[in-house]
Nanobody, 123 residues
Framework: QVQLLESGGGLVQAGGALRLSCAAS????????MGWFRQGPGKEREFVATIDWSGSSTDYADSVKGRFTISRDNTKKTVYLQMNSLKPEDTAVYYC????????????????WGQGTQVTVSS
């Protein structure tokens, strides 16, 4: 029902910023709650941020709140993750995910996933 493609990852120095994008296919993007998750080397996938279908409600992991901002543009069928004040521990593959229903921070509640984009933060 939906396909997701992340972009915008790369190498950045500690303290720098990146903006990730997640482009969705299909015609029902506005029906989905969206999330960003990440998985570092040797670690399990963890919640980063989520946003409801309208963009009116958001939630963040404690580790990124105050530094990261999730947003969406339903006209462009795109979700964004603005990442500021990046730290080496933010290094991970970042995944975009979608689900029908309420916004959520749980991996198990998402149905659709992108392939991920690598973010590397150097010290």
């Amino acid at each position: 029902q939906v396909q997701l493609l992340e972009s915008g990852g790369g190498l950045v120095q500690a303290g720098g910023a990146l903006r990730l994008s997640c482009a969705a296919s299909g015609r029902t993007f506005s029906s989905y709650a969206m999330g960003w998750f990440r998985q570092g080397p040797g670690k399990e996938r963890e919640f980063v941020a989520t946003i409801d279908w309208s963009g009116s409600s958001t939630d963040y992991a404690d580790s990124v709140k105050g530094r990261f901002t999730i947003s969406r543009d339903n006209t462009k069928k795109t979700v964004y993750l603005q990442m500021n004040s990046l730290k080496p521990e933010d290094t991970a593959v970042y995944y975009c995910a979608a689900r029908i229903g309420r916004y959520s921070g749980y991996v198990s509640e998402y149905t659709y996933w992108g392939q991920g984009t690598q973010v590397t933060v150097s010290s």
